[in-house]
Structures are given as structure tokens and as C-alpha cells.
């Protein structure tokens, strides 16, 4: 066992009221996985992890720590924190692949989960535990959604995404990959098949525009788009990123790794809103800032840069202050919203005022039957976001079925 991380549980105070589990979206029960811990007894640490959160593994890793679980540390008030995230990464890590996940008789139920992601992923699990034919439908050809193809390999290791899908195969979950919901096969289809509910987890994977000139120059790119294949981009020694959250700093530590001598993220505010440990982590790697900054144009020899200011909340470009930045790539990190491939194939299904799908209070969407989650829902939220909301559709989900079979 890592001697840093039983360093680390040995300072956690076990409060009676522990903050660190009122700071977790998902109420992680903290100071009894810490107990446990230090008893030596990590595997029933790990399915208490694993029962509460199928993605514990995962948000160990991804999760803005510094802002939830530690960042509401009573330890944190004076000095550091306790380090939460690696106490957890060790235990459910170590045990993942020996879990036992229960799993009720079959109900004989079939259910279709469009889309691997964490929101798709957290229900198939949850439901397959209760006896549901599980179907998976992704239009690429792994698991994992955002968490594979929009974070990158070394903040989350791709064979823990592996070991995932190796598991809920075992537990007779079935895949369909290379497979798009939306065209040939609509909603009706899986109805007709037999699928007693539908549930849309296909993520946010539209790049928002700057709505700037220039946006559809070579040397632009979407981070998204550079997220999914960095391999694919060569962005040159020098790039300009634009926006200030999660993905700029992916997009940032990623460029540095392929080479970039200059990296620059340009905020259009005083601060960023990615995490505090992302940030801190990018500048590590060397990466430069310019705050209170935005494009106005993009030209064939960079991005058109002004500053900017903020009243009232909003923030306003200064664009007499343009001045032309040579860069030998731009990226635009600005946030993704859903696509619209499934309202267009498929008859009432309606998106609401945000672009995002429609939902109501049980997570239905406008068809009966059909159920949404995760970014497609919220737009592009964090991995604990789409676990904690999936859990309530789940409900929903089982409910809605439960009620069918008492309908006749």
C-alpha cells in the first residue's frame, strides 16, 4: 500500500458533520471510505465506492477536487487538505476488477442506452443490476464518451475505460458500436424491436463558434476536434488558445506534449474557470496567459487579439484595441453543445431554448418512453455532473417500466 496515501488517511479527522461529503455532487461517504482504509478492508471500501458511484474510479482522477470533496476539507481551512482523491483512486483502482457486482434474475426487459459516455455507461450498469437487457449503441467504435475522446490520456488512462467495458460485458451488457441512432434506425425502430425505454446519453459534441472571421481557416481547429485525435493535428511551435475552462487546459497541456514551444490561453476575463489544480498544472508545463483578452478576427497569420473589460457581469471588447498575434495555429475552447442528429430523425423529439434536448422533471423527454441525461441535457458538464443526475433517471427509468407492466 502507497505510503502517501495512508499518510494522507491518517490526517483525516473523521468529523461528525464532514463537509468533504457535503462538497461531493454525489455525497461520497468519505470518512467511512477512509475508515475502511485504514482498517485494511479495501474491498468493501471499494463496492461501497462502486454501489454509489459506478464511476468512482474515474472521477478519482477527473474530478475537480479543489473545488468539491477537498476544497471543503476542514484540514484545507489551516493548511492542506487531506488528499481525498488519491485515498479513493487507490482503493477503487486496486479493486475494480474484483468487485462483485449483484445482479437481480432477468426481468426479460430490454433497454436501449444510445450513447457510452458516463451518463450512458452509469445507466447500463445501474439498470443491468436490476435485471434489464442492456443494449449499448455508440457511434464509435470504444467506450467512454468525453472521457475518451475529450480528455486526454494522461489525466485518465485509457485502459481504465477498457476494464469498464470488460466488466459490463460480464455482466451481459451488450455493445453496438460504429452504430448511429438517428438515419437508418430511428427511436420507432428500437420500439418496434421490443426495447421497453430508450435512454440518450450521445453527449455534447458540436464545438461552439466564436462567431468570429476566419473561423473555417486551416489554421483553426476546435478543441474538441484536437482532443479526439491530437495525433492527427500538428499545430506548429506556437498556438493560440481561446477560452478559459477545462478543455483550454487540455487543449494547452496536450499541445505542449506534441511539441508546442508557445502556448498561450487567452481569457476574456481575470480569472479562468477550469479547476484551480488544472490551471496550476498547465502553468507547470509552461503554458502563458493573457487575461482580459478575446479574438475579434482570425487571419491566415493568426488571431486578431483586443482586450476586454467587464461591467455588470458581461464583458465587453474593446475592439480598437485589435492587434494581430502570429501564431502558427488557433484553437477554440468555448465549450460544445449537443448535436442535432436524433430531433432530426426523430418526430417529437424537441430541444429547448439552450439547444439542448427537452426534458421534464423525471428526465423524460418529449416521447414517451424516451429518457436523457448528461450533456445532451446540461450541455458540457463535468463526469460527477452526468453520474449524479443518471443515478435519478435510472429511477425513472425503472419506474416508467415497472408502471408499463402494471398497465398491461
Known amino acids: 500500500m502507497s505510503i502517501h496515501e495512508l499518510e494522507e488517511a491518517n490526517r483525516c479527522l473523521q468529523c461528525k458533520k464532514p463537509m468533504c461529503r457535503e462538497g461531493c455532487p454525489i455525497h461520497t461517504n468519505i470518512p467511512e471510505m477512509i475508515r475502511l482504509f485504514k482498517e485494511n478492508d479495501l474491498m468493501t471500501a471499494a463496492q461501497m465506492l462502486f454501489d454509489n458511484n459506478p464511476l468512482s474510479v474515474v472521477c478519482s482522477l477527473v474530478c475537480n477536487h479543489a473545488a468539491q470533496c477537498e476544497g471543503h476539507c476542514i484540514r484545507g481551512i489551516k493548511g492542506a487538505p487531506v488528499h481525498i482523491s488519491a485515498i479513493e483512486n487507490y482503493i477503487s483502482d486496486s479493486c475494480f476488477d474484483r468487485l462483485k457486482i449483484e445482479q437481480a434474475p432477468s426481468n426479460g426487459k430490454k433497454v436501449a442506452i444510445i450513447g457510452a459516455g458516463p451518463a450512458g455507461i452509469t445507466i447500463a450498469i445501474i439498470l443491468a443490476k436490476r435485471g434489464y437487457q442492456i443494449t449499448v449503441f455508440d457511434s464509435r467504435d470504444k467506450i467512454g464518451g468525453i472521457m475518451r475522446y475529450g480528455i486526454p490520456e494522461f489525466r485518465l488512462p485509457r485502459y481504465i475505460l477498457d476494464r469498464f467495458e470488460e466488466r459490463m460485458k460480464q ?47 486551416g489554421n483553426v481547429h476546435y478543441a474538441i476536434s484536437y482532443l479526439n485525435n491530437p495525433d492527427a493535428v500538428d499545430l506548429g511551435q506556437s498556438v493560440a488558445i481561446f477560452g478559459s475552462g477545462n478543455s483550454a487546459m487540455d487543449v494547452a497541456r496536450t499541445a505542449v506534449r506534441h511539441g508546442c514551444q508557445n502556448v498561450t490561453v ?3 476575463r481575470d480569472h479562468v474557470s477550469a479547476s484551480q489544480d488544472e490551471y496550476e498544472y498547465s502553468l507547470l508545463d509552461g503554458v502563458k496567459y493573457e487575461f482580459n483578452k478575446t479574438a475579434v478576427a482570425i487571419k491566415d497569420e493568426g488571431p486578431m487579439v483586443a482586450d476586454t473589460k467587464v461591467e455588470d457581469g458581461h464583458v465587453i471588447v474593446l475592439e480598437d484595441t485589435a492587434r ?84 398491461g
Open 171 to 217: 455482466m451481459g451488457i451488450k455493445f453496438r458500436f460504429n452504430f448511429t441512432i438517428g438515419g437508418n434506425i430511428t427511436l420507432k425502430d428500437l420500439f418496434a424491436d421490443g426495447y421497453k425505454s430508450v435512454f440518450i446519453g450521445t453527449g455534447a459534441w458540436r464545438p461552439k463558434r466564436m462567431l468570429i472571421p476566419g473561423e473555417t481557416f
Open 266 to 268: 487567452y481569457v476574456r
Open 324 to 407: 494581430l498575434v502570429p501564431v502558427d495555429s488557433v484553437v477554440i475552447a468555448v465549450s460544445q453543445v449537443p448535436k442535432r442528429r436524433l430531433v432530426e430523425h426523430n418526430e417529437g423529439l424537441e430541444l429547448n431554448d439552450r439547444g439542448n434536448l427537452k426534458i421534464s422533471e423525471e428526465g423524460e423527454t418529449t416521447l414517451p418512453g424516451v429518457f436523457a441525461s448528461g450533456d445532451v441535457v446540461t450541455g458540457a458538464k463535468t463526469v460527477v455532473h452526468a453520474v449524479e443526475y443518471s443515478k435519478k433517471i435510472a429511477d425513472e427509468m425503472d419506474l416508467y417500466m415497472k408502471n408499463l407492466e402494471k398497465k
